[in-house]
Antibody
Framework: QVQLQESGPGLVKPSETLSLTCAIS????????WNWIRQPPGKGLEWIGC???????YYNPALKSRVTISADTSKNQFSLKLTTVTAADTAVYYC?????????????WGQGTLVTVSS | QSVLTQPPSASGTPGQGVTISCSGS????????VNWYQQLPGTAPKVLIY???QRPSGVPDRFSGSKSGTSASLAISGLQSEDEADYYC????????????FGGGTKLTVL
């Protein structure tokens, strides 16, 4: 049973880089695609992007210029970097697994971590 | 503005049925399968329906999904108070190198 756990700073200053990590337990990073999804307070879900263990990535076109998602097979984890953040990037950030672009239901999800962008 | 369009709210009384719609385009729902998620207050979403109409184990058969053309629907029969939650649809979109798109979410109230 795969379980996911997000970690990283809960507060980031405007214009800085948001960095989060998702640790995978109960399964191997080589088995699937690994995703980041966010949800601003009181709003809906927004897909950020995903990575395959080989390094293949897909990104949300609206965020692509600021996002890097990478996989670390030695640590069985993957990471998110979002540059030049503003208050609009304040959200709960979830990591989640899917099997591939055309088998793209997210299961499981991490519990989520709130990241606030503020000085 | 979400790529997939859902009604912001829906409601029903216990025992009734309700349907939530999700409208897209030829590059997403028209070409690919649709998934549905349930998000209870303060929790992470969980998959309710995948590949248009498949239920993961543990999801009651009161929940069903369908797709026609560029639209999809989630039907809930025999409403229960614990069904009060936010519901989201999603699909792969083949445009712009491929990406996932979500609906804006529908808040279901059980009256």
């Amino acid at each position: 049973q795969v379980q996911l756990q997000e970690s990283g700073p809960g507060l980031v200053k405007p214009s800085e880089t948001l960095s989060l990590t998702c640790a995978i337990s109960g399964g191997s990073i080589t088995s699937s695609y690994w995703n980041w999804i966010r949800q601003p307070p009181g709003k809906g879900l927004e897909w950020i992007g995903c990575v395959y263990y080989s390094g293949r990535t897909y990104y949300n076109p609206a965020l692509k210029s600021r996002v890097t998602i990478s996989a670390d097979t030695s640590k069985n984890q993957f990471s998110l970097k979002l540059t030049t953040v503003t208050a609009a990037d304040t959200a709960v950030y979830y990591c989640a697994k899917f099997l591939g672009p055309y088998t793209n239901w997210f299961d499981p999800w991490g519990q989520g971590t709130l990241v606030t962008v503020s000085s | 503005q979400s790529v997939l369009t859902q009604p912001p709210s829906a409601s029903g009384t216990p025992g009734q049925g309700v349907t939530i719609s999700c409208s897209g385009s030829s590059s997403n729902i028209g070409s690919n399968t649709v998934n549905w998620y349930q998000q209870l207050p303060g929790t992470a979403p969980k998959v309710l329906i995948y590949s248009n109409n498949q239920r993961p184990s543990g999801v009651p058969d009161r929940f069903s999904g369908s797709k026609s053309g560029t639209s999809a629907s989630l039907a809930i029969s025999g409403l229960q108070s614990e069904d009060e939650a936010d519901y989201y649809c999603s699909a792969w979109d083949d445009s712009l190198n491929g990406h996932v798109v979500f609906g804006g979410g529908t808040k279901l109230t059980v009256l």
